[in-house]
T-cell receptor, first 112, second 112 residues
Framework: GQNIDQPTEMTATEGAIVQINCTYQTSGFNGLFWYQQHAGEAPTFLSYNVLDGLEEKGRFSSFLSRSKGYSYLLLKELQMKDSASYLC?????????????FGSGTRLSIRP | DGGITQSPKYLFRKEGQNVTLSCEQNLNHDAMYWYRQDPGQGLRLIYYSQIVNDFQKGDIAEGYSVSREKKESFPLTVTSAQKNPTAFYLCASSPQGVYEQFFGPGTRLTVL
């Protein structure tokens, strides 16, 4: 089966750093995505990892370890607008337009 | 402006009625997808299409139907056979050879 696990909720303070973890067990692996979704809105793409290591993009970084089936999203210098759900998703196979499997999302609340 | 449009944003229907949700994209993307999202949950794949006149069932296709007669359009019909149709429906698209999916704004369907 396909399984993606991430914490349901997290809280952090404005200006701080937060790490959102994601573990996955899928039939195959061809990349891991992180999306941000504000309440009632569509998800927006944050990052894509297919090789092991850290990808940095401004205040957001994403890490992947394929051998451990593990990824994290690191958010630095947190701002109130970062309050949102963060969805971890895995593409299990190599087709260029195949399906992505989403985790249930982590709802992040930022307090002043 | 290029993008994905879904209409309407809010839709109300009586139980037992079929309803069709619209999804149009002018990004020239080959692949299109329909997801369902329930409160506090991740996205679950209903149907996807990689080319015109072809589509595949996702994880929760029962009670839904789709068509892909044009590259730009991928309408979803929620039939009366769908037992719990009230949800947030998201359409997405992606180009060939690129892995990121781009999402429309979503349609919130409420069945009374």
């Amino acid at each position: 089966g396909q399984n993606i696990d991430q914490p349901t909720e997290m809280t952090a303070t404005e200006g701080a750093i937060v790490q959102i973890n994601c573990t996955y067990q899928t039939s195959g692996f061809n990349g891991l995505f992180w999306y941000q979704q504000h309440a009632g809105e569509a998800p927006t793409f944050l990052s894509y990892n297919v090789l092991d290591g850290l990808e940095e993009k401004g205040r957001f970084s994403s890490f992947l370890s394929r051998s451990k089936g593990y990824s994290y999203l690191l958010l630095k210098e947190l701002q109130m607008k970062d309050s949102a759900s963060y969805l971890c998703a895995v593409r299990p196979d190599y087709s260029s337009a195949s399906k992505i499997i989403f985790g249930s999302g982590t709802r992040l609340s930022i307090r002043p | 402006d290029g993008g994905i449009t879904q209409s309407p944003k809010y839709l109300f229907r009586k139980e037992g009625q079929n309803v069709t949700l619209s999804c149009e994209q002018n990004l020239n993307h080959d692949a299109m997808y329909w997801y369902r999202q329930d409160p506090g949950q991740g996205l679950r794949l209903i149907y996807y299409s990689q080319i015109v006149n072809d589509f595949q069932k996702g994880d929760i296709a029962e009670g839904y139907s789709v068509s892909r007669e044009k590259k730009e359009s991928f309408p979803l019909t929620v039939t009366s056979a769908q037992k719990n149709p009230t949800a947030f429906y998201l359409c997405a698209s992606s180009p060939q050879g690129v892995y990121e999916q781009f999402f429309g704004p979503g349609t919130r369907l409420t069945v009374l």
